[in-house]
């Protein structure tokens, strides 16, 4: 695309993924250039003030690791929000015109990801694909001090520092049952 210049570029219109959501739900559209503090002061105040139930921030393309950031900061500052993410592609349809000032134009049509988050105080359905449930306190507290969760979720390494952490000239050789130092040569 050297030589040319972008001089439209415009995206399909797709139905919201979530069927039957009441009339006053907030939508969040997130874009690439998006600041994520007003995206976040924006959706805090008026779930807020307006005393709203439920929120759908939607992005796609480059935009969608910023608004799973956003439903993250959400859920950590609302708390008890249920979950359910719905998945897509998007086709992009961007016009290119010849930068050396001929009467050329090229369209390029491209499949992107899509991402919709719906978060919402009320209950949803738990047998919805995509659906997580709020975090409890609990849960992270136990977490912190080092008590297994009720439902395991992942293993993890366990807290503090690495072998040899403190050591950055030694090298690492992980055999079956532990971990060997040995000095540079």
């Known amino acids: 695309q050297e030589g040319f210049k972008k001089v439209c570029r415009t995206e399909e219109d797709s139905p919201c993924p979530f069927p039957g959501l009441a ?26 003030t307006e005393k709203l139930r439920q929120v759908v921030f939607t992005g796609s393309g480059r935009a969608v690791t910023k608004t ?25 349809k961007e016009v290119w015109e010849s930068s050396e000032g001929g009467a050329s134009e090229m369209t390029v049509h491209r499949t992107v990801p ?7 105080k009320d209950p949803l359905d738990p047998r919805e694909p995509g659906y997580q449930p709020p975090e409890t306190l609990s849960a992270l507290w136990d977490e912190k001090e080092g008590i297994e969760p009720a439902t395991p979720t992942a293993y993890k390494r366990p807290p503090g520092p690495l072998p040899c952490g403190g050591f950055p000239h030694c090298k690492r050789a992980c055999s079956g ?8 040569l």
């Open 68 to 92: 799973i950031t956003c439903a993250e900061i959400m859920k950590r500052k609302v708390g008890s929000l249920h979950q359910l993410t719905k998945l897509r592609y998007k086709v992009v």
């Open 114 to 120: 899509s991402i919709s988050i719906l978060l919402s």
């Open 23 to 48: 009339s006053g739900v907030l939508e969040m559209r997130v874009k690439e250039g998006s600041k994520i503090r007003n995206l976040m002061g924006f959706a805090m105040a008026r779930m807020q």
């Open 177 to 184: 049952e532990g971990v060997s130092v040995h000095p540079p």
